[in-house]
């Protein structure tokens, strides 16, 4: 099965949701603000490798079933900030172990 990755961080706290194909939630949770202007990059890629983690575990999913991963973070609308999140995150996220083919800041 192949499963999907919704995250909206803000300025007050980060949501993630775990879905398949047919938008039924598997898993989701809660965390520290990752907005990019405040928290900076490293503490928000941070907390949304610790999330993504978090609902992987939970379940039982590999990061070859997830399909795609998109992240919405207060404070990276330029092109550069999405650019610099997202290398820091994929290096974040490598470090767990968690491989992600489609990941979009």
Not at 26 to 47: C, H, M, R
Not at 82 to 93: A, C, H
């Amino acid at each position: 099965m192949k499963y999907f990755i919704g995250i909206d961080g803000g300025g007050s706290k980060t949501n993630i949701v775990l879905t398949d194909k047919d938008l039924e939630i598997y898993d989701q949770d809660n965390a520290s603000p990752t907005n990019y202007l405040s928290e900076g990059k490293e503490k928000a890629a941070f907390v949304i490798t610790e999330l993504m983690w978090e609902v992987m575990r939970n379940s039982d999913v590999r990061s070859s079933d997830i399909t795609a991963v998109g992240a919405c973070i207060a404070g990276a609308g330029r092109e550069e900030d999405r650019s610099d999140l997202k290398i820091e995150l994929e290096n974040q996220l490598k470090k767990k172990g968690i491989f992600i083919n489609k990941l979009v800041v």
